[in-house]
């Protein structure tokens, strides 16, 4: 469909102050990875002789930009309650403020006739964050391997990062030495738009990283996330007896240590089942062990002999209702506490989509975190059928 030369990319690589940021390139490590690039960003913007300066252009003043981390803390609290938005954009909104603070700062005021502070702005560099989440690349490694992966920073693809995304696209972004090209993956009629992907993401992540929600039902990644501890506390509501208290803390401690589950861990639950099976089946299968079970099974540490009803783990919508009764209350009772995270419940959620003149008056806030609510809800609602 087109190309890119690297030349054209806009990188830590490839900014003016590009020597001066290699130079410096200890000072600059981050968990994000993203500060040489944000950097290089910040220069290039307030440059007037910036080659780049007509891409910028393009997005004047970031007016666009509509991720939850621009919404008042009200907003957020309100609309995004239970679907994990809010929190995430908190840690971001720390997460920025710190980086900005002992890594950018004091890495300006070393180099006072390149960057200004005045300038050059934690305003700006929370724009410029928003930005690098909602239209930046990052090149694969070819042997996918996680932990080299991580050392490939982001980088800007003027004219690829033109193109909306949909869960079915048409096209995608391919990496060879001298250049970066989208390619079609299916036939794109005349008029057509073209889509890329920006990768499987649930409607929460979309609108996380994004700033945008598709249409229930379009968006075939739709899932969301359980955290593990309330699983725990689905349990522990069942506990009748100090002895049983004991028991429930020591399995917990017990799938703590082999790492099935972890203090800020989560479940993911998809449309078409659970997406961390073997998590979730050795979570409801310990916790659902009588005493003797339980000691068995720890004293093999974790490994026992294959039953006929391990063939199940897998743990999609067409098992779920096979599952032990004691594991499908469980699990019931976790999706009835995860419901109650949210502020309102799915029949308002469908009368709103329903009322279509109300539907049409409400603000892009609004109608993205309805789309955000009522897919998570939905797969909530059946989740609770399948295992009643």
Not at 219 to 239: G, K, P, R, S, W
Not at 248 to 276: C, N, P, R, Y
Not at 298 to 316: C, F, P, Q, R, V
Request: aromatic content about 10%; some cysteine.
């Amino acid at each position: 469909l087109f190309s890119v030369p690297r030349s054209a990319l806009l990188s830590q690589h490839t900014t003016v102050i590009r020597d001066l940021l290699k130079k410096e390139e200890a000072a600059l490590e981050s968990r994000s990875g993203w500060v040489p690039l944000l950097l290089s960003m910040m220069f290039e913007i307030t440059n007037d002789e910036s080659c780049w300066k007509t891409y910028f252009s393009l997005w004047p003043g970031f007016c666009t930009l509509h991720h939850p981390m621009f919404w008042s803390e009200e907003e957020r609290n309100r609309l995004l309650l239970g679907t994990g938005v809010a929190v995430a954009v908190e840690k971001d909104l720390i997460n920025i403020e710190e980086e900005y603070d002992s890594i950018v700062m004091p890495f300006m005021k070393s180099h006072p006739d390149t960057f200004d502070p005045h300038k050059h702005t934690l305003d700006l560099y929370k724009k410029l964050v928003a930005f690098v989440m909602a239209y930046s690349f990052q090149e694969p490694d070819e042997d996918d391997d996680e932990e080299i992966k991580s050392l490939n920073p982001p980088m800007m693809v003027p004219m690829a990062d033109i193109l909306n995304h949909v869960a079915n696209h048409n096209a995608n972004l391919e990496f060879t030495a001298e250049c970066l090209k989208m390619v079609s993956i299916k036939k794109i009629n005349g008029g057509e738009e073209i889509f890329n992907t920006y990768g499987q993401l649930a409607n929460w992540q979309l609108l996380h990283m994004y700033g945008f929600t598709q249409p229930y039902p379009s968006n075939t990644h739709e899932a969301l996330d359980i955290e593990m501890h309330l699983v725990y506390d689905a349990a522990m509501q069942a506990v009748k007896t100090e002895e049983e208290k004991k028991l429930l803390a020591e399995k917990w401690e017990f799938l703590t240590e082999l790492e099935v589950v972890g203090e800020e861990g989560d479940f993911v639950i998809g449309q078409s089942g659970v997406l961390t099976e073997e998590e979730l089946y050795s979570t409801l299968k310990v916790l659902s062990m009588t005493m003797e079970e339980f000691e068995e099974y720890k004293a093999n540490d974790g490994w026992e002999e294959e039953e006929e009803d391990d063939d199940i783990s897998s743990l999609t919508n067409s098992v779920i209702p096979k599952l032990k009764p004691a594991w499908k209350q469980l699990l019931h009772n976790t999706v009835r506490m995860r419901l109650k995270s949210y502020s309102s419940g799915l029949k308002e959620e469908e009368a709103t989509l329903a009322n279509v003149e109300n539907y049409r008056q409400l603000s892009k806030q609004e109608h993205d975190s309805l789309q955000v609510r009522y897919a998570q809800k939905m797969i909530l609602h059946r989740l609770l059928q399948l295992t009643v």
